[in-house]
């Protein structure tokens, strides 16, 4: 844009930013919005003013712009929340760790009862952290049965030990 039109556009900014601010505060019912409503508006002003012929249009093609940046903005989904007096429920307190997590000794103690070939896989997959396939080369079987023995030997252990036992692999 050359001087003349930079002039032009502050000119015309303003006279009309009050007027364009209260407008977006019309339509979003918050004055920080607004803000940044009218300043979308006035941006996209700016990138068209030059292609714009008909000065008389502006104000048109600002409201324009102002609506849409304020339907587009009420899409968006961290706009659908809405604020509350009442705190929701406290979550259940968990028990304490102790109380989640078993032992080392209640882990040996529950491996000793799972059967030897579902107690090699879990050792070898969760203790040395072999992969499924390091798993069933070293014990020389198929990828499937490590896979199926693992399960089973899970469901073993956790029966054994009587919770939920946690996994990562």
């Given amino acids: 844009m050359d001087h003349r039109d930079e002039q032009a556009f502050a000119e015309y900014f303003a006279a009309k930013r009050d007027s364009v601010r209260r407008t977006a505060y019309l ?5 920080h919005r607004a803000d940044d409503l009218a300043q979308t508006a006035f941006v996209a002003l700016h990138r068209k003013w030059r292609k714009i012929r008909d000065r008389t249009a502006l104000d048109a093609y600002v409201r324009t712009t102002l609506v849409r940046a304020t339907i587009d903005e009420s899409r968006r989904p961290w706009r659908r929340e809405r604020q509350s ?13 102790a109380d989640r997590v078993a032992t080392r000794e209640d882990l040996l103690a529950g491996l000793r009862k799972v059967p030897p070939r579902q107690r090699a896989v879990l050792v070898l997959r969760y203790f040395e952290g072999l992969d499924v396939s390091g798993v069933a080369q070293a014990l020389g079987c198929s990828e499937g049965n490590v896979k199926s023995q693992t399960a089973r030997g899970l469901a073993n252990l956790r029966t054994v030990l009587g919770e939920e036992v946690e996994t990562h692999g």
């Fill in 27 to 31: 339509l979003c019912g918050d004055w």
């Fill in 85 to 97: 007096d009442e705190l929701p429920e406290r979550p259940q307190a968990e028990p304490p760790l």
